[in-house]
């Protein structure tokens, strides 16, 4: 018995100083958040790591167990003293928990974040305040069209295309391959993945499919700034898959709409 | 050193084998077949094809000349003089050598074959490592130095995952830790289909190859999947990989279909069910999943094949974009397990032999093996969280997150086992420790991952990397070389000397987790998979990855070399050294010739260390 509390008690203890860790630490699970859904997402990783820590820390602890405590001493040879071949209560501990560790976490956070996630995505489109863009992906570049102000394709001074956002807005992307609806120009490409890591959410663009991804943006930031705030191909799509990336700027509402008074005027001025 | 006949259907006249007239090293005649048939099948597709403009070797002639090649190759090797002549009544000349020269041609002794796979998957080890390490030289700066272009990085990570997972991963702790254990442990002189393997097993150097020389036809970008559509723009390299693995999969698909029968049909006297050792359940829940799943990646690889060459637009617009990926994951999940499961099952194989403790909750062991496998079937789609419709998103995350139910029992059994034993830490033992420390942060950080709105930020990045790195090499790489060193003195008769062999443990161990830690790190910061180059603020961390990575790459090289130096002249070992009750330690050490010569009767279970039980084995002559 005295191996059984020893150990219990040693496993309480470090689990509550390695959660309180894991609680400050999780907390920049994500590194940088830009966005409610990247918030979203670094709260159900948090508590994920909050639940799996006490799992990490009592496996490894029996690990340390056994190199030290249960470690054979020099010159016995003996076979060990306890044989236990079955230990109900230990066995049905151990499947009860991890089922119920595993529905619990599929109810929390795994359905109710993706849960949340969608109902935002229909409260954005009945919002009359949501901001639509269009992403069109092409080996091997992105283009962002904003058919609610009539720019056809955002680009920045040097004339690369680049994505502009009004921060605290709703915004729903709507993903496309390129092609003209012929069928035959959507048919040479192929999937490709649109990812703004500061964003927390990426979403594939299948070519003849069209998919939608919903944002609120939260911190006025660009490319230059901070790496993570980049829009960034993630599914392997040829040689240019590399470099398939565009520059992001997240921006007060007012230099957004600024913005868009300058790009209609290059546009109308070319 | 003697070859006894008895365990080798070829030695029905009852000749001692003898060495026979020199003749030419089979697997050089094997080459030039294979040289013939590539010609010979080459030209005369290219002969016949009505295409004007197309050049010598071309798509569709290269893959009948590959095939041609590949008959030359097998039957070169053996399969013509021990296969095809006697299967049409003409005498068998064929007769296996003594000594060395044996493991270099065709035999249907399953420790020979068991030795072949695992020594052909020993080099698909190092030069799916040389391609990791040109990697990781790469990524040590932002933008691209070592390789001219990004397509040859990007051939570059799909030859080191094709050849890792198709020639490692699957094989070797299967074709080769398996054959070479598994008659023995059910107490049987030979494998079922012998004669098939000893040709099975020339496949794998064969695929390897493929692979290996892709890069010549052509830079091929889609990584270890090969998926369509990308596929069919890639260069002609991305056929060599459909073929490679196409071989590199039938070579596995034969060793699953011979383990299967020697466990069903070859097990010895009293050797139960419910006896039947741990390794060996292992075996026979990944050769489940091999048999199931095996045949239908096959089949997707002809038809991307065709995709190919031909053209067919199977998985355009105009077919489906998604249908191939959602075939290979079909595949490729339960290929994962394929590559764990014996890892599973070898901790549960030894650690009882090691701690001299009854293995604790048996039963439940075996049923974590047969419900990880069961449940594989029905999670592919979690590797395609952001790419597949919203319907199906929580149904496959539901499986996924009820997987490490009864993954977890591995766990489960593992630490019943060693509570209050008395456990032996050598060499073996601790990278079974360290087999489930690693393997531990895998299945955890795989927590993270099932979730898909988490899956959503991490996928397609680093962490995942780290993620599969954790659970193959932590896992399978590591138990592997618990079992190389724990199987030593039955392999050669020799053992190793603990010190150096801990110190090569250690060496892995932390020179694995200094690398493949910092993928999660990395991957969280924002690196994305599949890139040569970069943004700039990620350059530092991957530089000092690199380091770490090349620490690692040597400390494998560290620890293949002292296993071979204590194959050829360690120290003798003791016939038993660890006391183990499981049949394979009744056959003499090192295992040549026959395994038993009396049948071997099994009287008892194999794991119970209490001091009323009896032996498991008993022999009547
Ligand atoms: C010396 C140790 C190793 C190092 C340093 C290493 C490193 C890497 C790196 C840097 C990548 C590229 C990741 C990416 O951009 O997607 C990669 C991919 C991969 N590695 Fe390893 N690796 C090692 C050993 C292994 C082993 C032993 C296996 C399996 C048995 C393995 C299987 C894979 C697979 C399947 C991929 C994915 C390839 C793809 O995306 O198509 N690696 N590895
Ligand atoms: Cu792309
Ligand atoms: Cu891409």
């Given amino acids: 018995m005295g191996d059984f509390w020893g150990f219990g008690i040693i496993w309480v203890v470090l689990s509550v100083i390695a959660d309180w860790i ?29 639940t799996v820590v006490p799992i990490f820390v009592f496996v490894v602890m029996m690990l340390f167990y056994a190199l030290f405590r249960f470690r054979r001493r020099k010159g016995d040879t003996g076979s060990s003293t306890s044989q236990v071949k079955f230990n109900k209560a230990y066995v049905g501990l151990w499947v009860t928990l991890s089922l119920v560790v595993n529905l619990f976490l599929f109810v929390h956070p795994t359905a109710s974040a993706m849960q949340v996630y969608w109902q935002e995505g229909q409260a954005y489109n009945k919002s009359s305040n949501e901001l639509i863009v269009d992403v069109t992906a092409q080996q091997w570049g992105w283009s962002f069209s904003y058919p609610q102000y009539g720019i056809q394709e955002s680009v920045d001074s040097n004339g690369n295309d680049v994505l502009y956002l009004p921060v605290d807005r709703p915004v729903k992307f709507v993903l496309n391959s390129y092609g003209d609806g012929d069928g035959l120009s959507e048919q040479i490409d192929v999937i490709h993945s649109f990812w703004i890591p500061a964003f927390g959410m990426k979403t594939d663009v299948i070519p003849g499919e069209t998919r939608y991804e919903y944002i609120t943006p939260t911190v006025i930031s660009d490319t230059q700034q901070n790496g993570m705030m980049r829009v960034q191909c993630a599914e392997v799509c040829g040689p240019g898959h590399p470099y398939m990336e565009s520059n992001l700027h997240v921006v007060s509402q007012s230099n957004f709409a600024s913005w868009v008074q300058q790009q209609l005027k290059l546009q109308s001025g070319s | 050193m003697s070859v006894t006949p008895g365990n080798s259907p070829l030695q029905a006249t009852g000749e001692l084998p003898v060495v026979p007239r020199r003749r030419m090293s089979p697997p050089m005649k094997g080459v030039i077949w294979a040289a013939i048939g590539f010609l010979l099948l080459n030209s005369i597709v290219s002969g016949i094809d009505p295409d004007v403009l197309h050049s010598y070797v071309n798509q569709v002639s290269v893959v009948f000349g590959w095939m041609g090649a590949m008959v030359g190759w097998l039957f070169g090797v053996g399969g013509w003089d021990a296969l095809v002549k006697p299967a049409f009544g003409f005498p068998l000349k064929w007769k296996e050598t003594v000594g060395w020269r044996r493991y270099f041609e065709y035999s249907t002794d399953h420790k020979v074959i068991g030795i072949q796979y695992m020594v052909s998957s020993g080099l698909g080890f190092l030069i799916a490592g040389i391609a990791a390490m040109m990697m990781r030289l790469q990524l040590m700066s932002d933008h691209m130095w070592l390789f001219q272009y990004s397509k040859g990085y990007l051939t570059t990570v ?56 892709s890069p ?65 359940w292992g075996m026979l829940a990944v050769s489940f999943l091999n048999i199931i799943w095996i045949p239908e990646i096959m089949m997707t690889f002809i038809l991307a094949l065709l995709a190919k060459i031909v053209p067919l637009p199977l998985f355009t617009a105009v077919g489906s974009p998604m249908v191939y990926l959602q075939m290979f994951w079909l595949f490729g999940h339960p290929e994962v397990y ?159 000397n603990d010190k150096w062999g801990q110190f090569g443990a250690y060496w892995i161990f932390i020179a694995f987790n200094a690398t493949f830690f910092q993928f999660f790190i990395v991957g969280l910061r924002g690196m994305n998979r599949w890139v040569p180059v970069y943004p700039h603020y990620l350059m530092w961390q991957n530089f000092e990855i690199s380091i770490c990575a090349f620490l690692l790459g040597f400390g494998f090289l560290y620890n293949i070399g002292y296993i071979i ?54 022999f009547q002559s």
């Fill in chain 2, 565 to 618: 130096w204590a194959w050829v002249k360690g120290p003798a070992a003791e016939e038993n050294p660890w006391k183990a009750k499981t049949l394979e330690w009744y056959a003499p050490s090192p295992a040549v010739g026959t395994n038993f010569e009396t049948e071997p009767q099994v009287v008892n279970g194999f794991y119970d260390y209490s001091d009323g039980a009896g032996e498991a084995v008993v």
């Fill in chain 2, 338 to 496: 394929i590559v764990v499961v014996p890892a599973l099952a070898l901790w549960m194989e030894i650690l009882p032999v090691l701690s001299k403790k009854t293995l604790f909750a048996r039963q439940w062991g075996v049923i974590g093996l047969v419900f990880v496998m069961l449940l594989s079937g029905m999670v592919w789609a979690h590797h395609l969280f952001p790419t597949q419709g919203n319907s199906t998103i929580l149904p496959i995350s539901f499986f996924t997150e009820m997987i490490s139910i009864p993954t977890g029992f591995a766990f489960m059994v593992a630490i019943g086992t060693i509570w209050k034993s008395k456990f032996t830490l050598n060499t073996p033992s601790l990278l079974v420790l360290m087999s489930m420390f690693n393997f531990l942060i895998g299945g955890l950080t795989g927590v993270f991952l099932a979730d898909p709105m988490v899956n959503m930020q991490l996928h397609d990045t680093f962490f995942v990397v780290g993620h599969f790195h954790y659970t193959i090499i932590g896992g399978m790489v590591f138990s592997s070389f618990a079992a190389m060193y724990y199987y030593l003195p039955k392999f050669s008769g020799r053992t190793f």
């Fill in chain 1, 22 to 50: 894991a609680s400050i630490v999780g907390r920049h699970f994500y590194v940088f958040t830009a966005s409610v859904q990247a918030q979203e997402g670094q709260a159900a990783a948090s508590f994920l790591l909050m």
């Fill in chain 2, 216 to 280: 010549l036809l052509g830079d091929w970008t889609t990584g270890w999947r090969g998926y369509q559509p990308l596929a069919s723009q890639d260069g002609d390299g991305i056929i060599f990989y459909y073929l490679g693995v196409f071989i590199l999969l039938l070579s596995s698909l034969i060793v699953a279909l011979n383990l299967v029968a020697t466990i069903v049909f070859k097990r010895a006297p009293g050797l139960t069910w419910n006896r039947l050792p741990m390794y060996a």
């Fill in chain 2, 158 to 213: 799909g030859v080191h995952g094709t050849i890792m997972m198709f020639s490692v991963g699957t094989v070797f702790m299967v074709g080769g830790l398996g054959n070479y254990l598994i008659p023995m442990m059910v107490g049987s002189n030979s494998s079922a289909f012998s004669r098939l393997s000893g040709i099975s097993v020339w496949m794998v150097p064969a695929g390897i190859m493929t692979v290996a020389f």
